[in-house]
Nanobody, 116 residues
Framework: QVQLVESGGGSARPGGSLRLSCAASESLPHILVVGWYRQAPGKQRELVASISSASITNYAESVKGRFTISKDSADNTVYLQMNSLLPEDTAVYYC??????????WGQGTQVTVSS
């Protein structure tokens, strides 16, 4: 079964940066879109950014201009570069892959904590 492995989470100070990675354990030829979601304590999971198979990107208003999603198809990895971090960016971040054929995939989540 395909697994998504997230990495790059951790702690940062306000104004700092982190880069998250999401790697699939095998090649997925039917990807429609890859998204990064986040869930803060007591809140619903929300879409942060997504990138389609055609490399069309979409961002939540709260992260526009600060976060950048990108992909490296050669190694089946999607990145989320997070700059100018704010305390309200603190959450568990999840990678999600939606496929034309095959199941909807989720990673295990990686904690991001922004605090001074």
């Amino acid at each position: 079964q395909v697994q998504l492995v997230e990495s790059g989470g951790g702690s940062a100070r306000p104004g700092g940066s982190l880069r998250l990675s999401c790697a699939a354990s095998e090649s997925l030829p039917h990807i429609l879109v890859v998204g990064w979601y986040r869930q803060a304590p007591g809140k619903q999971r929300e879409l942060v950014a997504s990138i389609s198979s055609a490399s069309i990107t979409n961002y939540a208003e709260s992260v526009k201009g600060r976060f950048t999603i990108s992909k490296d198809s050669a190694d089946n990895t999607v990145y989320l570069q997070m700059n100018s971090l704010l305390p309200e960016d603190t959450a568990v971040y999840y990678c999600n892959i939606k496929q034309l054929i095959g199941p909807n995939l989720w990673g295990q989540g990686t904690q991001v904590t922004v605090s001074s």
